[in-house]
């Protein structure tokens, strides 16, 4: 297995968070959650949750996407200029 450290090392912040936001933005629908959201980020910062059990909770949503590839593609081109420069 190979692993990169992508976030603040090759891109220029946390895609997580970017792509969070970026979803949030598209689709304001997804803000009915805003409490589980809040919840989640709560047991998160009391050390409840882990940071992976965190993100798997936050983007509960991805499966409903069938074209979530088409998603992800939106993004990147958006936010392709916080990619850093080798």
Same mark, same amino acid.
């Given at each position: 297995?190979?692993?990169?450290? @992508? ?11 970017? @792509? @969070?936001?970026?979803? $949030? ?5 997804? #803000?009915?959650?805003? #409490?589980?959201?809040?919840?989640? #980020? ?25 074209? $979530?590839?088409? $998603?992800?593609?939106? @993004? ?6 916080? $990619?850093?420069?080798?």
């Amino acid at each position: 297995m190979v692993g990169y450290d @992508f976030d603040k090392t090759i891109y220029d912040g946390d895609s997580s968070t970017d @792509f @969070f936001i970026y979803m $949030i933005l598209t689709r304001p629908y997804l #803000l009915i959650f805003t #409490l589980w959201y809040l919840l989640v #980020l709560a047991l998160y910062g009391m050390k409840i949750l882990s940071k992976k059990r965190t993100k798997e909770c936050l983007f509960f949503f991805i499966p409903w996407y069938s074209n $979530i590839d088409k $998603i992800v593609d939106k @993004f990147w081109a958006r936010n392709a200029n916080k $990619i850093k420069d080798w």
